[in-house]
């Protein structure tokens, strides 16, 4: 795990998202949990130094943020829409995405089981633990019930999928228009550090760069839809060639664009 403050850890190679652990001084809060079962065995191991976790805060419903939650104590904290999600997930389907995402990893063990949160909230939730506080508040964009956690005593904020440090952002289930919304929320925020919900930490300046992502998609998308292309036209045409120099591809690009582009159809097309 990277040290990124005085009690803050990250970390981003166990896990598919980026999990971080605030250590308070009654105990410790994780915010997103490994996926692969293995991992998060090892990453619960490695922060029971610092003492027993009091809370578990998934900032989204997707698999790579909540499916390590069971091997975690505290209770788990986050958006109710994340609680219908994690209630809908089921081990079988859980198991044959592993075996085709992560072929190598050992098979699922029995103990494995999707764990709901305890506490829910819509719009806003604030947690008090030792000397540490913990905004949460719900900031809609990749997906209507992202959460972002804002520890104010230690400048940070963790801002789950709606921002991706040099990753393609995902928009199957985006809210686009709220998205951007969201973004200028998070700058109006009293931070030095911003921990994205996948890639490394970053400052306050790189929101801008995450926004003008976001805005180009929606633009590309729009005016694929002015000139009138149905929607597997505008998955076959739009592929941002020479656009988004920061997103690094790689052979799911392709993919990831064309559902992209789709849910952006749907949406602005009405
Ligand atoms: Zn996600």
Redesign the pocket.
């Known amino acids: 795990m990277q040290k990124i403050n005085e009690n803050i850890y990250v970390e981003s190679q166990l896990s598919m998202?980026n999990t971080s652990v605030v250590v308070t001084s009654a105990g410790v809060v994780v915010i997103d949990t490994p996926m692969l079962p293995a991992n998060a065995k090892k990453v619960a191991a490695e922060i029971a130094r610092f003492g027993p976790v009091r809370y578990v805060i998934n900032t989204?419903?997707?698999g790579?943020?909540i499916s390590g939650n069971c091997y975690f104590g505290g209770q788990v904290v986050t958006h109710e829409g994340t609680r219908d999600a994690i209630l809908a997930s089921k081990v079988d389907d859980f198991k044959n995405m592993l075996r085709m995402m992560a072929p190598d990893s050992p098979p699922v063990d029995s103990d494995f089981r999707f764990r709901p949160p305890d506490i829910t909230f819509s719009d806003r939730l604030t947690l008090y633990l030792g000397k540490h506080t913990f905004r949460l508040i719900n900031l809609p964009g990749?997906?209507p019930y992202q959460v972002a956690v804002h520890v104010p005593e230690e400048r940070i904020v963790f801002t789950?999928?709606n921002i991706v440090v040099e990753g393609m952002p995902?928009f199957h289930?985006a809210v686009p228009l709220e998205w951007l919304k969201s973004l200028k929320e998070y700058e109006k925020l009293d931070v030095d550090k911003v921990v994205p919900?996948h890639g490394r930490v970053v400052d306050k300046s790189y929101i801008r760069q995450m926004a003008q992502t976001v805005q180009t998609f929606i633009d590309t998308v729009r005016s694929a839809i002015d000139k009138g292309l149905s929607l597997p036209e505008a998955q076959e045409q739009v592929t941002f060639e020479g656009l988004l120099p920061q997103i690094p591809r790689d052979e799911r690009s392709a993919d990831i664009i064309r559902m992209n582009v789709g849910r952006l159809y749907e949406v602005l097309k009405k």
Do not use: L, N
């Open positions: 998202c989204e419903p997707h790579d943020h990749h997906s789950s999928d995902y289930q919900g």
